[in-house]
C-alpha cells in the first residue's frame, strides 16, 4: 500500500513539473537612476526592436509591442512607463494555450529577454 501511495505522488510531482503553462503576470522593473521619460521610452523601443517586437506609441506612457514567433505564435503586450519604472502587461496572445490567468511557458522566456534588451539599452544612458 505504501509502495502503491509512493507512486502515485511520485507521478503527480513528475506531472506537475513538466507543465508548460505557467500564471501570466505583469513585469515590473524600478529604474535607479535619474533619466527622463523620453529617455525610457527610447530605450524600451530599442530594446523592442533588438529582440523583434513591433510598436506603436498607445498613448502617453504606453507602448503597444506585438512579437510573432516562428509564423503562428503571437504575444501582445502593453510597456507602461515613466522616468522611475517600466511595467510589461499581457493582453492577448495567439497559439499559446492562454487562459484567463495562464500562458506557455515561452512568454516568459520572451519577455525575460525584452527586459533584458530594455535594461541593457537603460543601462547605456549616462
Request: aromatic residues 10%; positive net charge.
Amino acid at each position: 500500500m505504501k509502495k502503491i501511495l509512493f507512486c502515485m505522488i511520485a507521478v503527480g510531482l513528475i506531472l506537475a513539473g513538466c507543465s508548460k503553462l505557467i500564471k501570466i503576470q505583469t513585469y515590473d522593473f524600478n529604474i535607479s537612476k535619474p533619466i527622463t521619460t523620453e529617455q525610457v521610452r527610447d530605450a524600451i523601443l530599442a530594446g523592442c526592436e533588438e529582440r523583434g517586437w513591433i510598436t506603436t506609441q498607445k498613448d502617453g506612457n504606453t507602448i503597444s509591442a506585438r512579437l510573432l514567433s516562428k509564423g503562428k505564435y503571437e504575444v501582445y503586450v502593453d510597456i507602461i512607463y515613466d522616468n522611475t519604472n517600466y511595467k510589461i502587461e499581457y493582453v492577448k496572445s495567439v497559439n499559446l494555450d492562454a487562459t484567463e490567468d495562464k500562458i506557455h511557458k515561452a512568454y516568459a522566456k520572451w519577455i525575460n529577454f525584452l527586459q533584458k534588451s530594455i535594461n541593457a539599452e537603460l543601462f547605456k544612458i549616462n
